[in-house]
């Protein structure tokens, strides 16, 4: 079982930015995807940014390219995701989650394991 725990949400005003953390209890230096997505009230939830561990690449939905960035720490076994010149809209509960088969996916049914989420507010 992978555990993973989200950190770094919180409170910002439109045009900021912020940096989530995503900690796995699983070692990145074995290569599996990880992916992050977001949850609005009333909304499916989306994905965001998926990285394949040790080395991969990266794949970013339309809606965040260019503005979110994700990267991983694997000797800390560490995955952020930069958010900046944010908007109202990004409001969200946010999530990491992993699996390690179904390649570089953004759908939320291909993840196997999930943190608890982080909160981002967003202000105009």
């Known amino acids: 079982q992978v555990r993973l725990a989200e950190s770094g949400g919180g409170s910002v005003q439109a045009g900021g930015s912020l940096r989530l953390s995503c900690a796995s209890s699983?070692?990145?230096?074995?290569?599996?995807?990880i992916a992050w997505f977001r949850q609005a009230p009333g909304k499916a939830r989306e994905g965001l940014a998926v990285?394949?561990?040790?080395?991969?690449?990266?794949v970013y939905a339309d809606s965040v390219k260019g503005r979110f960035t994700i990267s991983q720490d694997d000797t800390r076994d560490l995955v952020y995701l930069q958010m900046n010149n944010l908007k109202p809209e990004d409001t969200a509960m946010y999530y990491c989650?992993?699996?390690?088969?179904?390649?570089?996916?953004?759908?939320?049914?291909?993840?196997?394991?999930w943190g608890q989420g982080t909160q981002v507010t967003v202000s105009s």
């Open positions: 990285i394949l561990s040790a080395g991969g690449d990266t």
């Open positions: 989650a992993t699996q390690a088969r179904l390649g570089y996916s953004l759908s939320p049914a291909d993840y196997t394991y």
């Open positions: 699983y070692t990145l230096r074995n290569r599996r995807f």
